[in-house]
């Protein structure tokens, strides 16, 4: 009772009790979307799994602001409790594991993880890392001449930040005053380099050299992401330019179903990550506000495992793409 009484902060933050359900329902379904895919993947079914465990809380926040449909999401191959947030379904996420005909992304012909909707404006990401950043200040640069309201959403992993593209994306978003919004999850690992031997000083301070606002967040606190996400969705609508977002966060698998990370980090660091499981979080702030009890967290999973189930069932029995099609997309017909 007495925490009903001191203002919640999802209260404050305009957030209702339908808001809140979606959020939950999203970060769970993408953890059990992602851990039905390592089953299909030890079943030697999926070839390549790249998980998002432990990064739900930073993308359901983020893309919580975005209009599907309206404004940009330039994802990583992480970023898959956006993608279903937005309206990719776990059918749509099996399909592409799986590399089925059917698979939306890019009928089967891409790696998981790379994410695509012409009617989601989900744009695919090209393999090499930070490629992105410069193609969603492009598409900003697109809205702002246009004279439209978009917002770009474009993410990366810590480790893009090294590269040459986010620099000159950042800079170049700077100058014009860009509607991008740049998500960093910041997740300590860049397959098995410590982020300190990725980044020397801090992310979030960047962007001040770009002439913007840059803010560390609790990655794994999915209100918190999505309030200072809310504010640099306002401002880049606002017509005030971009904004970055350092969400800190953990990789809770390895960095692919390719490697083995017990030969570089220990079992205990990532013990202590799980005791901040972004989705426990969520879910103890939820029963202490009376939105949730355990009765009703376990017809949700039952729901969400009975929905994996049958998308994972669905994917599983699809045809692969013909032979013939390989080609399709890669050249211009004529
Ligand atoms: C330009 C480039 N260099 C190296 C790679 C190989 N690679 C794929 S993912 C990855 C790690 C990226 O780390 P980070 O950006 O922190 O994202 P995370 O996987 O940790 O989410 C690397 C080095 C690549 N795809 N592209
Ligand atoms: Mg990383």
Redesign the pocket.
């Known amino acids: 009772m007495a925490i009903r009484e001191t203002s919640a902060r999802h209260e404050a933050l305009g957030l209702d009790e339908d808001d809140l359900r979606r959020m939950h329902y999203y970060m769970l379904l993408a953890r059990r979307v992602d851990e039905r895919s390592w089953i299909l993947n030890r079943q030697g079914k999926a070839a390549f799994v790249?998980s998002c465990q432990g990064?739900e809380g930073a993308q359901v926040g983020a893309a919580y602001n975005m209009r599907p449909g309206h404004d940009y999401l330039y994802p990583?191959?992480?970023d898959s409790g956006m993608t279903l947030l937005l309206g990719q379904t776990p059918r749509d996420q099996f399909l592409s594991l799986l590399g089925k005909r059917e698979d939306p992304n890019s009928g089967g012909r891409q790696m998981p993880g790379h994410y695509s909707s012409r009617e989601l404006n989900i744009v695919t990401a090209s393999?090499?890392?930070?490629v992105q950043f410069p193609q969603a200040a492009g598409t900003a640069l697109a809205f702002k001449m246009r004279g439209e309201d978009g917002v770009v959403l474009a993410c990366?992993?810590?480790?893009?930040t090294s590269?040459g593209d986010w620099h000159e994306a950042m800079n170049f978003a700077g100058i014009h005053d860009l509607p991008v919004v740049f998500l960093i999850?910041?997740?300590v690992?860049?397959?098995s380099t410590p982020t300190k031997l990725?980044v020397a000083g801090s992310i979030a301070k960047r962007a001040e050299g770009y002439g913007f606002p840059g803010h560390e967040v609790d990655g794994n606190d999915v209100l918190a992401v999505y309030e200072v996400a809310r504010e640099a969705f306002e401002r880049a609508r606002a017509g005030e330019g971009p904004t970055l977002i350092e969400a800190k966060t953990y990789?809770m698998t390895a960095?692919s179903s390719d490697d083995d990370d017990r030969r570089y980090r220990e079992r205990q660091e990532i013990e202590e990550w799980r005791q901040k499981d972004p989705i426990v979080r969520f879910e103890k702030y939820l029963m202490e506000h009376d939105l949730l009890d355990e009765e009703r967290k376990e017809e949700v999973d039952t729901e969400i495992k009975a929905e994996v189930a049958e998308a994972s069932e669905y994917a599983e029995n699809a045809p692969f793409a013909d032979p013939e099609d390989v080609l399709l997309g890669v050249y211009a017909e004529g």
């Open positions: 790249i990064q990583y191959y992480r393999a090499p890392v930070g990366g992993g810590e480790a893009s590269g999850e910041n997740n690992y860049a397959i990725e990789r960095h």
